[in-house]
């Protein structure tokens, strides 16, 4: 075909069978390893090393060029900045989503572009139709790796570019395929979390770089029934790491975290895992991205997800006026946390979401 395709390269299994597959299709395949992080390369907890080495292998095997490119500058202005401010202001970003629009699918694709590639492929589980001249955003032939969340604030140009190979595929059928081919990494263990923490205590890792300010942690009622050591490292639902399973004349069902009063530096805090406190009927979001140029059309039926790995949820939108829509569920959903997306599907068609106020 000699049409050139550059292909993420992460050192893991998905991206590896990616690279396999275009290859056995006949493109003209180039490998690209993204580093995007490098405060801590001799950590524990940093695989970097380890990856590029993988990936290099890989390449090897298939008989492709790869290259390593350096974005870290461009991860931090763009994506980890924006993390920092979130937490800071008491949210819960989700730093993967970003990384994807500013990174991924815009650094990596420029980069792609001067590489003489029209067209760029990731190890993502999702598909890209073409429909009447529009590109949409499908979820994966796999439930169960569905990554369409996390690419839902790509837009047509983004779309346009890129291929996702195992999107029709099931993981373990990657696997297989890997196996047969002799991939170096085709057992490998998939990378978990958020790409620049990795394995490492969450809190450890924030405490790095944002101060601890304890606090009362409480009722909505106004009882205190605990200290907290700080709003940023702790998020809505959260039940582990409160320490105040103890606490006297209480009903002896686990603590939840229910909400943040950043001006009084106050945890809300309630105990059982149905208390209404924790649930929501209906939720605002802002930064609101809809992968066709179109919002939605109110009050239809559509799904959407407020959290990665959650079921879809019956839902309609009441309102949607610049960035801001405002989102109606028939059943109200578990913690719902500022900082998250909400995620709007009609059927398998990813249509975009927005960040929950």
Same mark, same amino acid.
Request: aromatic fraction near 8%; charged fraction near 20%.
């Given at each position: 075909?000699?049409?050139?395709?550059?292909?993420?390269?992460? =050192? =893991?299994?998905?991206?590896?069978?990616?690279?396999?597959?275009?290859?056995?299709?006949?493109?003209?395949?180039?490998?690209?390893?993204?580093?995007?992080?490098? &405060?801590?390369?001799?950590?524990?907890?940093?695989?970097?090393?380890?990856?590029?080495?993988?990936?290099?292998?890989?390449?090897?095997?298939?008989?492709?060029?790869?290259?390593?490119?350096?974005?870290?500058?461009?991860?931090?202005?763009?994506?980890?900045?924006? %993390?920092?401010?979130?937490?800071?202001?008491?949210?819960? +970003?989700?730093?993967?989503?970003?990384?994807?629009?500013?990174?991924?699918?815009?650094?990596?694709? &420029?980069?792609?572009?001067?590489?003489?590639? &029209?067209?760029?492929?990731?190890?993502?589980?999702?598909?890209?139709?073409?429909?009447?001249?529009?590109?949409?955003?499908?979820?994966?032939?796999?439930?169960?790796?569905?990554?369409?969340?996390?690419?839902?604030?790509?837009?047509?140009?983004?779309?346009?570019?890129?291929?996702?190979?195992?999107?029709?595929?099931?993981?373990?059928?990657?696997?297989?395929?890997?196996?047969?081919?002799?991939?170096?990494?085709?057992?490998?263990?998939?990378?978990?979390?958020?790409?620049?923490?990795?394995?490492? +205590?969450?809190?450890?890792?924030?405490?790095?770089?944002?101060?601890?300010?304890?606090?009362?942690?409480?009722? *909505?009622?106004?009882?205190?029934?605990?200290?907290?050591?700080?709003?940023?490292?702790?998020?809505?639902?959260?039940?582990?790491?409160?320490?105040?399973?103890?606490?006297?004349?209480?009903? =002896?069902?686990?603590? %939840?975290?229910?909400?943040?009063?950043?001006?009084?530096?106050?945890?809300?805090?309630?105990? $059982?895992?149905?208390? *209404?406190?924790?649930?929501? *009927?209906?939720?605002?979001?802002?930064?609101?991205?809809?992968?066709? $140029?179109?919002? *939605?059309?109110?009050?239809?039926?559509?799904?959407?997800?407020?959290?990665?790995?959650?079921?879809?949820?019956?839902?309609?939108?009441?309102?949607?006026?610049?960035?801001?829509?405002?989102?109606?569920? &028939?059943?109200?959903?578990?913690?719902?946390?500022?900082?998250?997306?909400?995620?709007?599907?009609?059927?398998?068609?990813?249509?975009?979401?927005?960040?929950?106020?």
């Amino acid at each position: 075909m000699n049409k050139r395709i550059v292909v993420g390269m992460s =050192g =893991g299994v998905d991206s590896s069978v990616t690279a396999l597959l275009l290859k056995q299709q006949g493109y003209d395949v180039v490998g690209l390893f993204m580093k995007n992080w490098e &405060d801590d390369d001799d950590s524990e907890y940093c695989s970097s090393r380890q990856d590029l080495i993988d990936a290099v292998s890989v390449a090897d095997t298939i008989g492709i060029p790869i290259e390593a490119v350096n974005f870290s500058k461009e991860y931090k202005e763009r994506v980890f900045s924006y %993390f920092l401010r979130e937490y800071q202001a008491g949210r819960t +970003p989700n730093p993967d989503i970003l990384c994807n629009a500013e990174i991924k699918f815009k650094a990596f694709l &420029d980069h792609a572009i001067a590489l003489g590639a &029209d067209t760029i492929a990731t190890g993502h589980y999702a598909q890209v139709r073409e429909v009447n001249g529009l590109f949409q955003l499908l979820k994966a032939a796999d439930d169960s790796k569905d990554q369409s969340y996390f690419l839902h604030r790509l837009n047509q140009k983004q779309l346009s570019h890129a291929m996702f190979p195992l999107g029709k595929l099931l993981k373990s059928e990657v696997r297989v395929i890997a196996e047969k081919h002799g991939l170096s990494n085709h057992a490998k263990k998939d990378s978990t979390g958020i790409c620049f923490i990795g394995e490492r +205590p969450f809190r450890e890792f924030l405490n790095r770089y944002l101060p601890t300010q304890p606090g009362k942690m409480g009722t *909505p009622e106004g009882k205190v029934v605990g200290e907290h050591i700080g709003l940023s490292f702790y998020t809505i639902g959260q039940r582990q790491g409160l320490h105040i399973g103890g606490a006297k004349n209480s009903s =002896g069902e686990p603590w %939840f975290v229910c909400g943040k009063d950043m001006v009084n530096n106050r945890l809300i805090v309630v105990q $059982g895992h149905t208390h *209404p406190a924790l649930l929501a *009927p209906q939720l605002t979001a802002l930064e609101s991205h809809w992968i066709s $140029g179109t919002a *939605p059309t109110l009050n239809h039926p559509y799904a959407a997800k407020t959290r990665y790995r959650q079921a879809d949820a019956a839902c309609y939108l009441t309102e949607v006026a610049d960035e801001r829509c405002t989102i109606k569920f &028939d059943e109200a959903q578990w913690a719902v946390t500022p900082g998250q997306s909400v995620v709007v599907y009609d059927g398998e068609v990813c249509l975009g979401g927005a960040v929950i106020k």
